[in-house]
T-cell receptor, first 116, second 115 residues
């Protein structure tokens, strides 16, 4: 079955530091990959996505590249801000195969804390 | 434009009771999915509906059921509540059944506490 593994948190950084949150996956076929962000007390917001190998998703200074050879989708940002403090989830979708939709498979989440 | 709306935002139920959660998708979105997020964990897939039919089911007991209405809104029902059902229940909508291109848009969730 599908699975997503994220680095354990919490991750604590100083403002303007470089961020990497590792994500690796196991899936059959050609999944799409997503990063979602969850701020305290809120639902999930789509941060970025990539639908095929070597695609780079980007949004709000965050980037992630779909690496099929290493089955990875690591999230990076060059200079983090206090407002980036949140929980980040890596997820994949195997799509719809005709046998039924399998929804999104999420990692356990990485809590990011940015200190001023 | 309104996003995905869920109601209620919070509720407290007693063990053994029944609960109904509601979701209205973004206008034009025909697919609705439900997820359970236990504190400190990632969301777990429960159901996906498209055009009023169940198209996918996660690994949840039969106490969980759902349906989608002609206007594409959806209800999630949970019978015989257990303490372990306490969680944030998230609804997500998407334009089409296969989310690989457009992804999902999530609502803010319903926080269910079972006592």
């Amino acid at each position: 079955g599908n699975s997503v593994t994220q680095m354990e948190g919490p991750v604590t950084l100083s403002e303007e530091a470089f961020l990497t949150i590792n994500c690796t996956y196991t899936a059959t076929g050609y999944p799409s990959l997503f990063w979602y962000v969850q701020y305290p007390g809120e639902g999930l917001q789509l941060l970025l996505k990539a639908t095929k190998a070597d695609d780079k998703g980007s949004n709000k200074g965050f980037e992630a590249t779909y690496r099929k050879e290493t089955t990875s989708f690591h999230l990076e940002k060059g200079s983090v801000q206090v407002s980036d403090s949140a929980v980040y989830f890596c997820a994949l979708s195997g799509g719809y195969s005709g046998g039924g939709a399998d929804g999104l498979t999420f990692g356990k989440g990485t809590h990011l804390i940015i200190q001023p | 434009d309104a996003g995905v709306t869920q109601s209620p935002t919070h509720l407290i139920k007693t063990r053994g009771q029944h609960v109904t959660l509601r979701c209205s998708p973004i206008s034009g979105h025909k697919s609705v999915s439900w997820y359970q997020q236990v504190l400190g964990q990632g969301p777990q897939f429960i159901f996906q509906y498209y055009e009023k039919e169940e198209r996918g089911r996660g690994n949840f007991p039969d106490r969980f059921s759902a349906r989608q209405f002609p206007n594409y809104s959806s209800e999630l029902n949970v019978n015989a509540l257990l303490l372990g059902d306490s969680a944030l229940y998230l609804c997500a909508s998407s334009i089409q059944l296969d989310p690989r291109v457009y992804g999902y848009t999530f609502g803010s969730g319903t926080r269910l506490t079972v006592v």
